[in-house]
């Protein structure tokens, strides 16, 4: 699949979702037009029965249109083969869910491992595989436990370990953190965070305003159709697969908490009152220099004028 820049992945025509006939019709989508480019990561939010898990469902093959086109990859889906889909499901697409949907009888690694019988891995295989991202999600210590001794924060790093460990590029999140306090919240979101800083695209459903921050992109829907959509990053700033991992950066000082954003090459030392900035790639022994607290902005500027001099 070719990952170029901007490339628009989902498309979705005029989109129509009807129940029932005569006097009984409703409408879960209305004439719904939307495009998404690879690298988003949506929000979107609206009151209940608004139509926002149908169109996950829809997005992620799980359920059929009444009316209207649905492109994924350029490609109309009513000409992709019931067994691509089912391939396409597995292997590009994570849906995490508001309840988790674990296994019960099964253990944290049996459950990881789930999404990879379709792979055509030996057992073995998918276990390794399922150890792996649990290391990664700390929770390898747990991984013979069954769901019900996990916390609920636990069991939901569980359900993205899950729906990441076949490497999709699509992640769907229908209320990932509804069921959670905020610090579980907290800890989900900056999961996600990284998720998308490594190019994926992610749509998730929320009804917390607070976590539109971490969106690029926030739709509200109001009875199956787009009310309002904006966009706070732009599609040429999107992160791609292959960038530079962008890692935020939060220091809290006694008069306002500084922000901004570095890759994975660049160090951020916070001592004292100075905060310092070293590029990996720059020479060792070239000092860095140090600069007072600043803003964002500040920071990010001096940081290219100390490249011009060295
Ligand atoms: N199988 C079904 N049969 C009939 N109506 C349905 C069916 N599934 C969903 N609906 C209706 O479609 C509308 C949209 O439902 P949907 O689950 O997408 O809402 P939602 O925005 O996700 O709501 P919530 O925030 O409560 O999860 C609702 O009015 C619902 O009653
Ligand atoms: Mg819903």
């Known amino acids: 699949m070719p990952k170029e820049k901007n490339e628009t992945i989902i498309e979705l025509k005029a989109v ?176 996600l965070r990284d998720i998308h800083a490594q190019g994926n695209t992610i749509i998730m459903v929320t009804h917390n305003p607070a976590l539109t921050t971490y969106a690029t992109r926030v739709i509200n829907m109001l009875d199956g159709e787009i009310d309002t959509d904006i966009k706070t990053v732009d599609d040429s700033d999107l992160p791609r697969p292959g960038d530079p991992e962008k890692i935020s950066v939060r220091i809290l000082s006694k008069k306002r908490p500084v922000e901004l954003e570095v890759d994975s090459q660049t160090k951020v030392v916070v001592s004292g009152e100075h905060v310092t900035i070293e590029n990996e790639e720059e020479n060792d022994s070239k000092k860095p220099k140090q600069h007072k607290k600043k803003s964002d902005k500040k920071l990010k500027k001096k940081t290219k004028t100390e490249k011009k001099e060295s």
């Open 16 to 191: 129509t979702k009807r129940y029932g006939f005569g006097d009984a019709e409703s409408f879960a989508l209305h004439n719904f037009d939307l495009t998404v480019k690879r690298g988003e990561f949506i929000m979107i939010m609206g009151p209940s029965g608004c139509g926002k898990t149908t169109l996950l469902n829809i997005i992620g093959l799980l359920d059929k249109p009444t009316a209207g086109e649905y492109f994924l990859n350029g490609k109309s889906v009513e000409r992709i083969s019931s067994r691509r889909k089912a391939h396409f499901r597995a292997k590009e697409i994570g849906f995490i869910f508001q309840n988790f949907n674990l296994i019960p009888n099964l253990s944290v690694i049996e459950n990881v491992s789930l999404p990879l019988i379709y792979s055509g891995y030996h057992k073995t295989r998918r276990l390794k595989k399922a150890d792996d991202i649990l290391e990664h999600f700390h929770l390898r210590e747990r991984e013979y436990y069954m769901p019900y001794q996990l916390s609920g924060g636990q069991q939901q790093r569980v359900a993205i370990a899950r729906s990441l460990i076949s490497n999709p590029s699509i992640i769907l999140a229908d209320e990932p953190t509804g069921n959670l306090d905020s610090r579980s919240s907290h800890i989900i979101m900056e999961e």
